[in-house]
C-alpha cells in the first residue's frame, strides 16, 4: 500500500456556533514534522493538532492551518473604560479651571483620548474551542491520508511499471555478459600474440590461466543475481500492508551499487550503453520513490 507524500485537504466543522476551517497541506520530508499556524485563542492547542495529524501519516511535513468563527459572540459590541474616561474627563476640568476658560470640557473632548471605546474581546468556550477545532483537523487529516492513498495508488501503478522494464533488460544483459570471458579470452590472445611474435607459440596452459583470472574479474553472475533479488524485495515492499518510501530509497542505493558495479567491469559497448540505460531508468524510479511515505 503506496501513499505519497504530496497532498491538500480542508474541512470545516461546525458545533454551538463555533466554526473552525483546516487547512492541510503536505510535502516530502525525511520524516514527520510540523508547520502549524493557528489564531490567538487557539494557540493552546498544536501539540494536540500535531497527535492527530500523526495517527494518518508516518512521514512528511505538514503544513496546519486553522481559521475560527464564533456566531455566538457580541457582534459590533464595544466596552467603554468608565474609570479612564472620569479621570480623563476630570483632567481637562483641571485644566480649564486652570486657564480661566469659560468652556466646558465636553463628550467630544473625552471621546478623542484613546482607548476609551475598544471593541468587546469576549473568549470562547475553550472546551468547545477545543473540541471543534480537532474535530475539523481530524476530518482534514483523514481526507488527506485518501488523497495521499490515491495519489499512491498512481504511483504504485507506475514504478511497477519501471521496475518491470528494468527486469526486462536484466535479462538482456545477463545474455550479454556470458560472451564476456570469451571476448577477454580473445583480446588476450591478440594481446600475447603482438608482444611475442618472435618468441614462437604461446603456452596454451599459461594463456587458460590467464583467461579464467581475466573471467573471475569480469563476471558479473553475482551482481545479477543481486539485482534480481532487490526487485522482488522491490515489489515486495510496494506490496506491503504500510507504504515505505525508506525502505525503497534504500534498495535504489543497492540497485545503483550493483550498476556501477556491472558498468566498471563491462568489456563490450553493448554492456556499457546497457548499464547507462539502467541507470537512466533507476534515476526515474528514484525521483518517484522520494514522493512515498
Known sequence: MIKSMTAFAKAVHTKDLITAEAVVKSYNSRHLDFAVYLPEPCQGLEEEIKKIAARYHQRGRMEIRVAIQDEGSRENGFDVD?????????????ITDHLGLSREPELADVLSARNIIVPAVENPDQALLAQVVSEAVDLAARDLDRMRRAEGENLYQDLMARITEI?????????????????????????????????????PVRLAQEVAILADKSDVSEEIVRISSHIHQFRKTMNADRSQGQTLNFLIQEFNREFN????????????????????????????????E
Open 82 to 94: 468608565e474609570t479612564k474616561a472620569l479621570a480623563y474627563f476630570k483632567a481637562l476640568k483641571q
Open 167 to 203: 527486469e526486462d533488460q536484466m535479462d538482456q544483459l545477463k545474455s550479454l555478459s556470458g560472451d564476456i570471458p570469451v571476448l577477454y579470452k580473445k583480446r588476450l590472445q591478440e594481446r600475447l600474440a603482438r608482444l611475442t611474435a618472435d618468441q614462437g607459440e604461446i603456452d
Open 261 to 292: 558495479t556491472i558498468g566498471s567491469k563491462a568489456g563490450q559497448a553493448a554492456l556499457s550503453h546497457m548499464v547507462v540505460d539502467l541507470k537512466s531508468k533507476l534515476e526515474k524510479i528514484r525521483e518517484q520513490v522520494q514522493n512515498i
